[in-house]
């Protein structure tokens, strides 16, 4: 699917500008760092959903230290991008935590906390999701495949932001025929038992702060007092690290130096700056 | 080393005794689990530091959702065993994060989450420790073996505990020469840049979150909203969950029906009711 085309796909779901603008602007950015199973495909996965394009997301909870949130029937990326701006509108004192109740799908949980790394805060996120993997032992598929995202913001240069889901493969894949139904396994060959037992422990966790069934996510979001990342980089002494590339901005303008794609990649530019963490709600 | 030979070993250290008694605890634990890389073989270990068996870690900081401690030139353990008591003599409200600077050596984390999950928290806990991963395509070691814990209460039997770290072996296994080093990789074989990746994100987080450089650990207490590990066990049927096992007192007992065992473990036996998540500090 094109950028346009997904754009004005979401738009005909009915979704408010803004929304749709929101939804695209986490789509493209899956699409642009190489998740195109978290990318426009969703687009057309949404489409087969019964949505509630004018449900809003609500803090019901607010103490120091600790929010919790109900979807109230929005999709989840809705939900997590209010999450991410309310943030920024009303920062954390050392941290908080935050409980998202009825949110699902959450989408790539790295996006999320990149933008809370680029502005300034560290930022870790987990969210369950439909039990796909099974212990390597054997038994019934008990745990969604459970990611943990990262992000921590520097000094120099991008945060660094580290996004890892406890399969093998993704879901995503397996629908779009890049892998087989059989390879959505916990990841770590002999070694499938630690995946299994991280991604058990975090999909729990969620389960024991949520107050209602359903799927959910939690979101630690805190203020630094180092910045580990530049001496980080230095050590490395050229490694990749996870989540580098040279960031999204760099990525997008390598895509859009291919004259094919300008117009496409006009769009995705423009939307690029949606990116760039919001200073108020 | 035969448990009653640590106890009289680390007393002559110079602890005093409830502290002696508190790192012996640990280190049961740790034996009782399997663990024995972080038991009794430690009491060696920490005969070749340079240990200040006086020093006393400090809360330095505490406002709703958040404490920071300080080691103070305290061992590790009694930094996080000091950690847990405090949160059952003040309780967070519905959660806090702890962040603990001047930390390590910090033993079998699990064992500290499974305190708090006996004690009826949710809790979750990583912390760094001396670079001994490299990225899988090579370079310089960059990070620690970084486990993360997670402890779930439960209303029916014992809580579940998962306490994965990022090594493909244990850096104790190494000591031991149970494994080569050149075996101590993130987990993994093919996805091992899953584990160098959760591992990284890990550490990153809890250096950020240091004022100052060393060692250090970042735990997440909270009040349980759901009862999820119930319904868990019911639909794994029988799968062994991470962590599990029928519980410390039912391993003891196991091992202590070995006749040539009955000695050793009785003093085991009389330890583990200091296990007990205490009421107060």
């Known amino acids: 699917m094109e950028p346009d085309e997904a754009l004005a796909r979401l738009r005909a779901l009915g979704f408010a500008d803004d929304d749709a603008q929101r939804l695209f602007a ?8 190489g998740k195109p199973s978290h990318g426009f495909s969703r687009v057309e996965w949404l489409e087969t959903l019964e949505l509630d394009v004018a449900a809003r997301p609500e803090r ?9 949130w109900h979807g109230r029937g929005a999709v989840g990326y809705l939900v997590l991008d209010a999450v991410v701006r309310a943030q920024f509108a009303d920062p954390p004192g050392a941290a908080r935590i935050v409980v998202c109740e009825d949110t699902f799908p959450t989408g790539m ?10 502005g300034g805060f560290v930022a870790a996120l987990t969210a369950t999701s439909p039990a796909r993997l099974a212990h390597p032992g054997g038994g019934p598929k008990l745990i969604g495949t459970t ?17 890892v889901s406890m399969g093998r493969v993704t879901y995503g894949d397996v629908l779009a025929g890049l892998a087989a139904p059989e390879e959505l396994v916990p990841f770590g060959g002999e070694h499938a038992h630690k995946a299994f037992a991280l991604g058990l422990g975090l999909q729990l966790l969620v389960q024991a702060l949520l107050r209602a069934p359903g799927f959910g996510a939690v979101l630690l979001v805190a203020r630094p007092e180092s910045d580990p990342v530049p001496a980080l980089r230095a050590q490395a002494a050229g490694v990749r690290l996870p989540g580098d590339g040279g960031g999204i901005r760099d990525e997008v303008r390598g895509l859009a130096a291919d004259a094919g794609d300008r117009e496409e990649m006009r769009i995705i530019r ?8 919001p200073l108020s709600d």
């Not at 019901?60 to 919790?68: H, K, L, Q």
């Not at 949980?109 to 680029?118: D, I, K, Y």
């Not at 423009?270 to 963490?277: R, V, Y």
């Open 26 to 33: 986490h789509f493209a950015d899956a699409e642009a760092r």
């Open 60 to 68: 019901v909870e607010a103490e120091p230290g600790f929010e919790r």
């Open 109 to 118: 949980l790295g996006g999320w906390v990149r933008r809370l790394a680029e």
């Open 147 to 163: 990611p943990l995202a990262i992000g921590i913001p520097s000094s120099a240069g991008d945060p660094i932001v580290t996004d």
């Open 270 to 277: 423009g939307q690029m700056a949606d990116l760039k963490p």
